[in-house]
T-cell receptor, first 114, second 115 residues
């Protein structure tokens, strides 16, 4: 039962253009959403997050948008740089009777073409 | 500036042997999570622990796998009688106790190869 879905396994973007990565979730009880970036042979690195009380959070070139009614979030990277080429995972979190659990999507591999 | 420390980085075991993976959380973090990434797949939750307590082990295979987070020392993920299908990257992450809107911080993983 995949509660967090990333339907695009890969994305290619020209350097300087905008990269948009999408993520959908099914559980309306999730209240905290995160994006991670992962290079090969390394662990995921936290990138940016957003609480369910907001619909946008921005940090430099990275902006996360949350649409609660659609249960959808997206990560915008602008301008995209070759060093952004990595696998991006979205994650969702919420309190349950088993504590604070985090659910991850299957990842989107971003390639930024110089 | 110690982040989440996992060791070993690479572990090779023959079928039937035991694998022990260790994880030291970030300083001040009291929650530990273990995830597994199979080749070409995403991160699959395995288990979530606090000191001396398993909070959620719903992602752990029913047999051969166990985890602990003792009062002193690192968290240990133990796989007994390993099989080829256990070959994967195992990631540990930690988070703070005092804030539920606090991100997970990951280690660099242990890559287990079963021959």
């Amino acid at each position: 039962d995949q509660q967090v879905k990333q339907n695009s396994p890969s994305l290619s973007v020209q350097e300087g253009r905008i990269s948009i990565l999408n993520c959908d979730y099914t559980n309306s009880m999730f209240d905290y959403f995160l994006w991670y970036k992962k290079y090969p042979a390394e662990g995921p690195t936290f990138l940016i997050s957003i609480s369910s009380i907001k619909d946008k959070n921005e940090d430099g070139r990275f902006t996360v948008f949350l649409n609660k009614s659609a249960k959808h979030l997206s990560l915008h990277i602008v301008p995209s740089q070759p060093g952004d080429s990595a696998v991006y995972f979205c994650a969702a979190s919420g309190l349950s009777n088993t504590g604070n659990q985090f659910y991850f999507g299957t990842g989107t591999s971003l390639t930024v073409i110089p | 500036n110690a982040g989440v420390m996992q060791n070993p980085r690479h572990l090779v075991r023959r079928r039937g042997q035991e694998a022990r993976l260790r994880c030291s959380p970030m300083k001040g973090h009291s929650h530990v999570y273990w995830y597994r990434q199979l080749p070409e797949e995403g991160l699959k939750f395995m288990v979530y622990l606090q000191k001396e307590n398993i909070i959620d082990e719903s992602g752990m295979p029913k047999e051969r796998f166990s985890a602990e987070f003792p009062k002193e020392g690192p968290s240990i993920l133990r796989i007994q009688q390993v099989v080829r299908g256990d070959s994967a990257a195992y990631f540990c992450a930690s988070s703070r106790l005092d804030s539920f809107n606090s991100p997970l911080h990951f280690g660099n993983g242990t890559r287990l190869t079963v021959t």
